[in-house]
């Protein structure tokens, strides 16, 4: 094998390393609650819009939600 290409393909194989592991490198962050983690776990979590169109069909199905002093009382 020629010994430029052989370099090339170590340098090559080098900078994938690094840009593995720099993207594997994450800053770790403390949470107050499990409801503020899953808050930012949705911001930064893109849905695929076929998912959320049918989500957004699945809410319209649904019946409107009647006050609880209506449902108490059965009204």
């Known amino acids: ?3 430029r290409k052989l370099q090339q393909s170590t340098r090559e194989e ?3 390393e690094n840009q593995l592991a ?3 490198k994450q800053v770790a962050r403390e949470f107050n609650s499990a409801e ?3 808050r930012h776990d949705a911001s930064q979590t893109l849905v695929p819009p076929e998912i959320a169109a049918r ?3 699945s809410i319209a199905k649904e ?3 009647r006050n609880w002093w209506r449902r108490w009382f059965g009204s």
Request: hydrophobic fraction near 30%; charged fraction near 15%.
């Open 36 to 38: 503020e983690m899953l």
């Open 55 to 57: 989500l957004q069909e």
């Open 22 to 24: 720099s993207e594997q």
């Open 1 to 3: 094998m020629n010994p």
């Open 63 to 65: 019946p409107p939600q």
């Open 14 to 16: 080098s900078v994938q």
